[in-house]
């Protein structure tokens, strides 16, 4: 009672500033209901079950690659070697694994648990390296992912020797490109990494730390938060969601060659960042990246539905994910107004 | 009143508001040829508004203002610049990778017929202009490299070759070693030789009675007195600088507050010869727990980096840290600092705080690991936070609202709250009250005394005698840099504060 009563306590605000407040979480959320809505009027055969399992198949890679790259833009930093650490992982288990006499590969079988260890263990190294070049030595992410994209094709590239290989192990084999009753394994594997990551962000005290080095880097480390770390814990956590979903997709496309991921650095950034996530940092989650996966997907399948241009089908993709960053950069400044306003 | 020659530049009754709150009110100035006029006051008392007039920055103001005695008023700082008006800012505008002859001519460098920079020639132009002030430097080392009362000739060095008849020099130099400073002064009296005029803003009261012909002193927005540098003495400026004491509403420790006796607990930090070349140097200091000492200097006189050293945000040149008997590894950036006990809340609160993020677990980031090896318990988060919300009085008592919705002293109690669950052993607090309102700074102060009656060393560093004096036992004045003084058991006020440093 005693401190001065200058201060008023904050009004409830209008509806349309809490919505405003929320347009990061809605914009992403409205956006995948109209284009269910509209493909489902355009085309009969878009709104089934079939398709429904075609879609959520489509996007289970991306999924993979996309929980690791959440982690990496929520702490405001970037990961452009996703893709190319999981051509790379893929083409080291495929390496490892024998494959048949006309497929011309050096190559150094080992049992397949063996295998598949060690692939892991690859790409937590390229993750490790990454992880040293950005906090230890002090590369912007940026950069240093991209050296590290150079890197990890470059790893690809010698192993496979422009060959393509097709065996990986057999638990493998299951996973990519199995089922498990009427739901794809890769569904599965999919819907449990992205629970698994949600977990981890919602509910443990390195969730919350990536949160606040996102949200305020200098802030966290006046805190006591050992900033350099959490940076190296997300780099490395992307290269091994990078390389599972490598190890995966060789099975899911029953081959391992260069360049086989391209697309999925792209696809994974687009999902993240039209999910809703902000580029600076600090603010989205899994949840807003389900919704971005879902979205990209419903638009990849629906142009096909619905027979567009498979030419005009790559504008509209650039168009939507510019779309999604300027709303991205909306939200993040309408944020900023409410808060020095505050 | 003038003798001969009308004044050079002459401003009256110039009044000044930001949003409603008056910086300046009714103020006259005048400035003769060849003259160093010199201008004093506490942060916040006009100096640096009336200037900002003169140079074309602000450009809303009441009153008039004379050049060579005619009515003028600038629109930019561009028109002041064409006037003749140059001015030095306090943070400087060297480019770093440029050269020093680019430097110099930044923005009127020489072309050749083809449009290209004449690069013989500038460096000519640039050598001339720093030899007529008596200045020889490598013309072709980045400005960057050098020394920073060197970046500041070479920025003189540009105001003068735009050809300015009046210079203004805010803070010349707080930041200088003392040779450099000599090297300053020696540079205003050959200006004043060649009949230039110049206004030197600063703190530094001995240097302001040196080089002064004419000084001013400022207080609350008004002129509150000029006399001829020679007849005045540095407690005549300090007297007017601090006033009756009877304006503001604030305690203004015109009286002198006795510090209490020292007290005997064990010694918690023990630094030996800390230095940071350029920031400060030798700084040897102990904090006892139970002890808040206080850390006074001007503006850049180290005090803030000394402070940043010891959080484990800036690395040490030289010196050990002990906390507790035992050496702090403050390598180890600020997770070593806190392992050792040390906790930090720097000036800037926007360094300090995740203003979208919910108050409770602003206050809950530095504790999280006792609350929870890997799982989050945001029951026990809020239930912690609820707790200091309420015994520390955060306004509204909201554990979920974001913390950037609150005022700057709500969000300093909960910055503060984030160090009360779990003490340090020493606490640092940089500017703890700076842009506080009364209510909230006697809060402040509260939560400081509650601290020190847990058994905490407290070093508060702060360059508003008021913040130290209101929570110090003992204080230390900063001085370029050096410890230069210890006030401890004795009576102190700002007056003797103010000449210490």
Same mark, same amino acid.
């Given at each position: 009672?005693?401190?001065?009563?200058?201060?008023?306590?904050?009004?409830?605000?209008?509806?349309?500033?809490?919505?405003?407040?929320?347009?990061?979480?809605?914009?992403?959320?409205?956006?995948?209901?109209?284009?269910?809505?509209?493909?489902?009027?355009?085309?009969?055969?878009?709104?089934?079950?079939?398709?429904?399992?075609?879609?959520?198949?489509? $996007?289970?890679?991306?999924?993979?690659?996309?929980?690791?790259?959440?982690?990496?833009?929520?702490?405001?930093?970037?990961?452009?070697?996703?893709?190319?650490?999981?051509?790379?992982?893929?083409?080291?288990?495929?390496?490892?694994? $024998?494959?048949?006499?006309?497929?011309?590969?050096?190559?150094?079988?080992?049992?397949?648990?063996?295998?598949?260890? *060690?692939?892991?263990?690859?790409?937590?190294?390229?993750?490790?390296?990454?992880?040293?070049?950005?906090?230890?030595?002090?590369?912007?992410?940026?950069?240093?992912?991209?050296?590290?994209?150079?890197?990890?094709?470059?790893?690809?590239?010698?192993?496979?020797?422009?060959?393509?290989?097709?065996?990986?192990?057999? !638990?493998?084999?299951?996973?990519?490109? =199995?089922?498990?009753?009427?739901?794809?394994?890769?569904? *599965?594997?999919?819907?449990?990494?992205? #629970?698994?990551?949600?977990?981890?962000?919602?509910?443990?005290?390195?969730?919350?730390?990536?949160?606040?080095?996102?949200?305020?880097?200098?802030?966290?480390?006046?805190? =006591?938060?050992? *900033?350099?770390? *959490?940076?190296?814990? $997300?780099?490395?956590?992307?290269?091994?969601?990078?390389?599972?979903?490598?190890? #995966?997709?060789?099975?899911?496309?029953?081959?391992?060659?260069?360049?086989?991921?391209?697309?999925?650095?792209?696809? !994974?950034?687009?999902?993240?960042? $039209?999910?809703?996530?902000?580029?600076?940092?600090?603010?989205?989650?899994?949840?807003?990246?389900?919704?971005?996966?879902?979205?990209?997907?419903?638009?990849?399948?629906?142009?096909?539905?619905?027979?567009?241009?498979?030419?005009?089908?790559?504008?509209?993709?650039?168009?939507?994910?510019?779309?999604?960053?300027?709303?991205?950069?909306?939200?993040?400044?309408?944020?900023?107004?409410?808060?020095?306003? =505050? | 009143?003038?003798?001969?020659?009308?004044?050079?530049?002459?401003?009256?009754?110039?009044?000044?508001?930001?949003?409603?709150?008056?910086?300046?009110?009714?103020?006259?100035?005048?400035?003769?040829?060849?003259?160093?006029?010199?201008?004093?006051?506490?942060?916040?008392?006009?100096?640096?508004?009336?200037?900002?007039?003169?140079?074309? +920055?602000?450009?809303?103001?009441?009153?008039?203002?004379?050049?060579?005695?005619?009515?003028?008023?600038?629109?930019?700082?561009?028109?002041?610049?064409?006037?003749?008006?140059?001015?030095?800012?306090?943070?400087?505008?060297?480019?770093?990778?440029?050269?020093?002859?680019?430097?110099?001519?930044?923005?009127?460098?020489?072309?050749?017929?083809?449009?290209?920079?004449?690069?013989?020639?500038?460096?000519?132009?640039?050598?001339?202009?720093?030899?007529?002030?008596?200045?020889?430097?490598?013309?072709?080392?980045?400005?960057?490299?050098?020394?920073?009362?060197?970046?500041?000739?070479?920025?003189?060095?540009?105001?003068?070759?735009?050809?300015?008849?009046?210079?203004?020099?805010?803070?010349?130099?707080?930041?200088?070693?003392?040779?450099? +400073?000599?090297?300053?002064?020696?540079?205003?009296?050959?200006?004043?030789?060649?009949?230039?005029?110049?206004?030197?803003?600063?703190?530094?009261?001995?240097?302001?009675?040196?080089?002064?012909?004419?000084?001013?002193?400022?207080?609350?927005?008004?002129?509150?007195?000029?006399?001829?540098?020679?007849?005045?003495?540095?407690?005549?400026?300090?007297?007017?600088?601090?006033?009756? @004491?009877?304006?503001?509403?604030?305690?203004?420790?015109?009286?002198?507050?006795?510090?209490?006796?020292?007290?005997? @607990?064990?010694?918690?930090?023990?630094?030996?010869?800390?230095?940071?070349?350029?920031?400060?140097?030798?700084?040897?200091?102990?904090?006892?727990?139970?002890?808040?000492?206080?850390?006074?200097?001007?503006?850049?006189?180290?005090?803030?980096?000394?402070?940043?050293?010891?959080?484990?945000?800036?690395?040490?040149?030289?010196?050990? +840290?002990?906390?507790?008997?035992?050496?702090?590894?403050?390598?180890?950036?600020?997770?070593?600092?806190?392992?050792?006990?040390?906790?930090?809340?720097?000036?800037?609160?926007?360094?300090?705080?995740?203003?979208?993020?919910?108050?409770?677990?602003?206050?809950?980031?530095?504790?999280?690991?006792?609350?929870?090896?890997?799982?989050?318990?945001?029951?026990?988060?809020?239930?912690?936070?609820?707790?200091?919300?309420?015994?520390?009085?955060?306004?509204?008592?909201?554990?979920?609202?974001?913390?950037?919705?609150?005022?700057?002293?709500?969000?300093?109690?909960?910055?503060?709250?984030?160090?009360?669950?779990?003490?340090?052993?020493?606490?640092?607090?940089?500017?703890?009250?700076?842009?506080?309102?009364?209510?909230?700074?006697?809060?402040?102060?509260?939560?400081?005394?509650?601290?020190?009656?847990?058994?905490?060393?407290?070093?508060?560093?702060?360059?508003?005698?008021?913040?130290?004096?209101?929570?110090?036992?003992?204080?230390?004045?900063?001085?370029?840099?050096?410890?230069?003084?210890?006030?401890?058991?004795?009576?102190?006020?700002?007056?003797?504060?103010?000449?210490?440093?």
């Amino acid at each position: 009672m005693s401190a001065p009563l200058t201060e008023r306590t904050p009004l409830r605000e209008p509806l349309w500033q809490r919505l405003g407040g929320q347009l990061r979480n809605l914009a992403p959320f409205a956006t995948l209901l109209a284009l269910v809505a509209l493909f489902s009027a355009l085309s009969p055969s878009f709104p089934t079950m079939a398709n429904l399992a075609n879609i959520l198949q489509q $996007v289970s890679i991306t999924a993979i690659i996309a929980v690791g790259l959440t982690y990496v833009i929520l702490c405001a930093e970037i990961d452009l070697s996703v893709a190319s650490v999981a051509n790379a992982t893929g083409i080291l288990l495929a390496f490892l694994t $024998v494959q048949d006499a006309s497929v011309n590969i050096a190559n150094l079988p080992l049992p397949g648990p063996l295998a598949i260890l *060690v692939a892991l263990l690859g790409c937590l190294a390229l993750g490790a390296v990454t992880a040293f070049g950005v906090t230890r030595i002090g590369i912007p992410s940026f950069i240093m992912t991209l050296a590290m994209l150079q890197i990890a094709n470059g790893i690809a590239a010698l192993l496979v020797r422009g060959q393509i290989a097709y065996n990986v192990p057999e !638990a493998i084999v299951t996973l990519g490109s =199995g089922s498990l009753g009427p739901v794809p394994w890769i569904v *599965v594997v999919a819907a449990l990494v992205l #629970l698994l990551g949600h977990l981890v962000l919602a509910y443990t005290r390195f969730g919350r730390y990536v949160y606040m080095v996102g949200g305020n880097r200098e802030a966290a480390e006046h805190s =006591g938060v050992s *900033v350099k770390a *959490v940076v190296g814990a $997300v780099l490395v956590i992307s290269a091994l969601c990078s390389g599972l979903a490598g190890m #995966l997709g060789v099975a899911y496309f029953g081959s391992a060659q260069q360049n086989q991921f391209d697309n999925y650095l792209l696809d !994974a950034i687009s999902a993240v960042v $039209v999910g809703g996530t902000s580029l600076f940092g600090g603010q989205g989650g899994i949840g807003n990246t389900i919704v971005g996966l879902l979205v990209l997907g419903v638009l990849n399948n629906g142009l096909d539905h619905i027979r567009m241009d498979s030419f005009l089908k790559i504008l509209i993709r650039g168009l939507v994910l510019l779309l999604a960053l300027v709303i991205n950069v909306y939200a993040q400044r309408l944020r900023n107004r409410r808060r020095s306003a =505050g | 009143m003038q003798t001969g020659a009308e004044p050079l530049l002459q401003l009256q009754g110039v009044s000044k508001h930001f949003a409603g709150v008056a910086a300046l009110t009714g103020v006259d100035f005048t400035l003769n040829r060849g003259e160093v006029h010199g201008l004093v006051g506490e942060n916040g008392a006009g100096k640096s508004t009336l200037m900002k007039i003169i140079a074309g +920055v602000h450009t809303q103001y009441e009153g008039e203002m004379r050049l060579d005695g005619q009515l003028v008023r600038f629109r930019s700082p561009r028109d002041a610049r064409e006037a003749g008006i140059g001015m030095v800012h306090q943070e400087l505008s060297v480019v770093p990778s440029l050269s020093v002859a680019e430097n110099v001519l930044l923005g009127a460098q020489p072309l050749n017929r083809l449009g290209f920079v004449a690069w013989r020639r500038m460096r000519a132009q640039a050598r001339e202009q720093l030899e007529a002030l008596g200045i020889t430097m490598d013309l072709g080392a980045p400005a960057g490299a050098l020394p920073l009362g060197q970046q500041q000739m070479i920025e003189l060095a540009r105001v003068l070759m735009s050809g300015a008849r009046i210079l203004i020099l805010d803070e010349p130099t707080s930041a200088l070693s003392p040779p450099e +400073v000599e090297r300053l002064f020696q540079l205003l009296a050959r200006l004043r030789q060649s009949g230039r005029s110049v206004v030197f803003i600063s703190h530094f009261l001995d240097d302001i009675l040196r080089v002064s012909d004419t000084v001013t002193v400022f207080r609350n927005g008004r002129r509150v007195g000029t006399a001829p540098a020679r007849e005045v003495g540095k407690s005549w400026l300090i007297e007017r600088m601090i006033g009756a @004491g009877h304006e503001r509403l604030e305690e203004s420790y015109t009286e002198a507050v006795t510090l209490p006796p020292l007290m005997p @607990g064990p010694v918690v930090l023990e630094a030996e010869r800390l230095t940071v070349r350029g920031l400060f140097e030798d700084a040897s200091l102990r904090v006892r727990a139970g002890e808040v000492l206080g850390i006074y200097g001007f503006m850049g006189s180290g005090q803030l980096e000394l402070a940043r050293a010891l959080a484990g945000k800036l690395p040490l040149e030289h010196g050990t +840290v002990r906390v507790d008997g035992r050496p702090a590894r403050l390598r180890g950036g600020t997770p070593a600092a806190k392992r050792a006990g040390i906790a930090f809340v720097p000036e800037s609160r926007r360094a300090m705080l995740f203003t979208q993020e919910p108050v409770y677990r602003n206050i809950s980031i530095a504790i999280l690991e006792r609350i929870g090896r890997i799982l989050l318990h945001p029951q026990v988060e809020r239930r912690i936070a609820e707790d200091h919300v309420r015994s520390l009085g955060v306004r509204p008592p909201q554990v979920d609202l974001p913390v950037g919705q609150l005022s700057g002293g709500n969000q300093q109690k909960v910055a503060l709250a984030r160090w009360l669950t779990h003490l340090p052993r020493l606490l640092l607090l940089s500017e703890p009250t700076r842009g506080m309102d009364v209510g909230a700074k006697d809060d402040v102060v509260r939560i400081v005394r509650g601290l020190r009656a847990q058994g905490l060393a407290i070093i508060v560093f702060s360059s508003e005698p008021e913040t130290v004096l209101s929570l110090a036992d003992r204080i230390l004045v900063m001085r370029r840099g050096v410890l230069a003084q210890e006030f401890a058991g004795e009576a102190v006020g700002k007056d003797r504060l103010l000449a210490a440093a």
